[in-house]
């Protein structure tokens, strides 16, 4: 009985210390961002460098369109809420559940953000 227990202990001890896991998280850096971003030099390109957002919203492809040529339009007013830019669903859909696909860098977003707290200027 006094074996069985001592067992019980030791297995219940084991299982409490190599159960236990932590991740540390580390959250990513964001630059600041400079005062007057531009949406034609560094927001536009965003959406089109690289494999991003154009892949699929495009010219007669998914709205909105984010081509260089007709983002502006796409998502100013419907996308952007200058009151509250964090709520803005051009920073939030990318990257959620609602759209899984692609998102953004932290650099990227904060760079987004600046533009929509400046006034979402079609600069």
Request: hydrophobic share 35%; charged share 15%; glycine share 8%.
């Amino acid at each position: 009985m006094k074996k069985r227990t001592i067992f019980f202990s030791l297995l219940v001890f084991s299982l409490f210390v190599c159960g236990c896991k932590y991740d540390f998280i580390t959250p990513d850096y964001v630059p600041p961002v400079a005062p007057g971003v531009s949406f034609s030099i560094q927001v536009a390109p965003i959406f089109s460098t690289g494999d991003k957002c154009t892949q699929c919203h495009k010219s007669g492809g998914q709205n909105p369109d984010l081509t260089t040529s007709n983002a502006y339009s796409q998502i100013v007013p419907s996308l952007v809420d200058t009151a509250n830019p964090a709520a803005s669903l051009i920073l939030t859909v990318p990257g959620s559940s609602k759209h899984s696909w692609k998102g953004y860098t932290a650099t990227e977003s904060a760079t987004i953000r600046g533009w929509i707290t400046e006034g979402a200027k079609k600069n």
